[in-house]
């Protein structure tokens, strides 16, 4: 179609218009920061009702259209993806929007586990952490995350991992040594501490005495320890076996200080051991 | 005549409340390097606990009914889901959202089994209800990052946000 030269102005006039009627997102910005403050500037003329709304949080304001509408800091502080609609009588515009979580994390949802478990354990310890802003938000955009597992004696094992989708987690080694370490998450300025108890092993060995002791015989082991050197927790049952003449005797002990001991019957040519739950003692004949 | 009548109802509620159609759904294999050993059963399950909260929401919303929210949500999902119910109540408005397609990937999992976390590529529309005057259905995509707990029988969204898509 050509146009003739007197239309040719209206018709680009005509366009011009058409153009700003498909953009009724100029003048609200595309993105928020959770609790900002933000102002927007919607085309038209008189008054009409601006609907904001999500999942997350929704808001209605009765607008002037042509000029700036202010929105106070805290107005929307809820992470998420927003549309609006203006209802301005016979005509309508509606778009959408972000609120981003704010970029500073203020709090850190921590998951440790487990809050017990044995020395010398590989990969034992894990910690999980998501990362939230002051509003809750999840902070997605990727943040440096420590954690840092230190024991009373002083030993420390850090690792330092970028967060992925606002979450993160890690495996570290128990330390050899029994007692409280302190499991510590760290992002931005904000930490959070856990405790986890670790407790000596299974026995690495089990070594016993017998001594007579009247008519019945009177059994001790020495200080049951792991593997690392650490005394088995009292309470540990350790199991005495006396076999003589085709009957077998048992009895159970738990350890208190380290040691268990019993006095069992006396026979002749019987033989003793001990065991506690996978591991096997010395073995004993007793000739008296 | 019992049946006749029992007929009747049933097509005069399917006029009230229209089947909705079904979302299409795609889900994407989870990363190994920040998923672990996260078994396909619970993977399956949390994906259809999560599908089954886009149900309660809706429900929720168009309602303006936040105990719709107790099964499928807890937390901070939960508290902020009902406070916008509420505020669109006060209002005088609720808000329609239809979920027309789901394309899911698990993106973490802690390794204590305590959390997921998946990103959904939503395709959805949403209707304002109420207002002065009908308004049309608005198309969006958005990617929601949600992490899910579980809690005694089935698992729960805790954390429900979206960017756009």
Known sequence: ?288 | MRQAFFLLCAVFATELHPVQAQPAIRVEPPDPAYTGTLQSQTADAVIRNYLHAWDSLRAAFAQNRTTSLDQDFVGTAKEKLAATIRQQAALGFGTEYHDRAHNIKIVFASPEGLSVELEDDVDYEVQLLGSNKPTSKLNRKARYFVVLTPTETRWRVRVFQAEHD
Request: aromatic share 8%; with cysteine.
């Open chain 1, 1 to 288: 179609m050509k146009l003739t030269q007197p239309f040719a102005p209206a018709f680009f006039l005509l366009v011009l218009a058409s153009l700003a009627a498909q953009q009724p997102d100029r003048g609200f910005p595309s993105a928020i920061e959770a609790g900002s403050a933000f102002s927007i500037e919607l085309h038209g003329s008189g008054q009409a009702n601006l609907y904001i709304f999500g999942p997350n949080q929704v808001l209605q304001r009765t607008i002037q259209l042509g000029g700036a509408t202010y929105f106070p800091a805290g107005s929307l502080y809820n992470a998420g993806h927003y549309s609006f609609l203006v209802d301005a009588g016979s005509q309508s515009q509606s778009g959408e929007f972000d609120v981003v979580p704010v970029s500073e994390p203020s709090e850190l949802s921590f998951l440790a586990k487990p809050s017990r478990l044995p020395v010398n354990l590989r990969g034992g310890i894990t910690g999980a952490i998501y990362v939230f802003d002051r509003y809750r938000n999840l902070i997605i955009v990727p943040e440096a995350a420590r954690f840092e597992l230190s024991s009373q004696t002083g030993n420390k094992q850090t690792r330092s991992v970028p967060t992925h989708d606002g979450a993160v987690w890690i495996a570290m080694d128990s330390t050899a040594q029994q007692g409280v370490d302190k499991f510590l998450a760290q992002v931005g300025g904000i930490s959070s501490l856990r405790i986890i108890r670790q407790v000596p092993g299974e026995p690495c060995g089990i070594k016993m005495k017998a001594r007579a002791s009247g008519a019945r015989v009177q059994l001790i082991t020495d200080p049951v320890r792991d593997c690392n050197g650490n005394l088995v927790p009292d309470g540990t049952i350790v199991t005495f076996t006396e076999t003589s003449g085709g009957t077998e005797s048992t009895a159970d002990v738990p350890l208190k200080q380290g040691f268990a001991q019993i006095e069992m019957p006396s026979r002749a040519g019987a033989t003793i051991s001990v065991a506690s739950g996978t591991v096997l003692g010395n073995q004993i004949r007793w000739e008296q």
